[in-house]
């Protein structure tokens, strides 16, 4: 490894971390796929595990040896990998919070899958309607992930699943279960979409709340062979056209007036009941 140490807030090198926004890191490369940036050595860990390839790493002072060790465990770096060494203190002013997990990484991107593989080897599958919080889909892939789904599809107006954030509410699991835009130049959403999934053998259940929804609890959920779960946007839910095309529509039975619950917390009910 190259160790260099950092003073200098406006040292070029770290323009990766400092000065371009992950819209910006998505496309760099295009048409090739760009970067993204790994935070906290667990999520690093199961990035590298997943056959990321990191670009160069920012790591807090005491934290050297521990990065050094995931590194040479889990990667085949050149001899040159640059990691910029600084204090606590001059990365609390880059970043502008204290960064608890200790590094950053800058990573590339791999080649996407395509929905068809998604469909093709996969029973049970969560998919993300226009669902732009960060926070909300990173949480969404941990549930998802724990709680038996086998991938997960999103239109991509969704906030996309390798942005900083995400990656960290999801504690990395981003990287451990597959997932696919469904919607491109060739396939629209819900129309086309929808057609896809049932060309694949699969059920559409989504999650609103309509008088003519079944209980999550429904023995006849269960019982389908390939279901997909939709889960709509925080704050207008799915589409009216994909829960008018859904096999089924999917409520959370709620007490003391509760209407509604957060998209993530949804998420984890489901998932647990229809896996």
């Known amino acids: 490894m190259n160790i260099r140490q950092i003073s200098d807030l406006n040292t070029p090198e770290l323009y990766i971390y400092t000065g371009i ?3 910006q890191l998505l496309t760099i490369n295009e048409p090739n796929p760009g970067i993204f940036i790994a935070e906290s050595f667990k999520v690093l860990e199961r990035a590298l595990t997943a056959g990321f390839k990191p670009i160069s790493a920012l790591v807090e002072k005491s934290c050297l040896p521990t990065l050094k060790e995931l590194l040479e465990k889990k990667a085949d770096l050149p001899g040159d990998f640059p990691v910029y060494e600084a204090s606590e203190e001059v990365l609390d002013k880059m970043t502008g919070y204290h960064l608890t997990g200790g590094c950053l990484c800058a990573m590339e991107r791999k080649e996407l899958y395509s929905p068809e593989d998604i469909l093709k080897n996969s029973r049970r599958i969560a998919f993300l309607e226009n669902i732009m919080n960060p926070t909300n889909v990173g949480a969404i892939f941990r549930s998802a992930a724990a709680l038996g789904m086998d ?12 942005y900083r954030r995400s990656i960290r509410v999801s504690m990395g699991t981003v990287f451990q279960i597959p997932w696919a835009f469904i919607d491109s130049k060739e396939v629209s959403w819900p129309g086309d979409g929808i057609g896809l999934l049932h060309d694949h053998g699969f059920k559409l259940a989504s999650m609103a709340l309509r008088n003519e929804s079944v209980d999550i609890n429904d023995p006849v959920l269960k019982s389908e062979e390939k279901l997909v779960v939709a889960l709509g946007s925080e704050g207008e839910g799915l589409l009216a056209e994909t829960i008018s095309k859904s096999d089924y529509v999917i409520k959370i039975p709620m007490f003391h007036d509760v209407d509604s619950l957060n998209v993530a917390a949804a998420s984890a009910l489901v998932f647990w009941e229809l896996k």
Do not use: N, V
């Open 21 to 23: 926004s992950e819209r």
């Open 151 to 162: 991938a997960i599809l999103l239109t991509r107006s969704c906030s996309d699943p390798l």
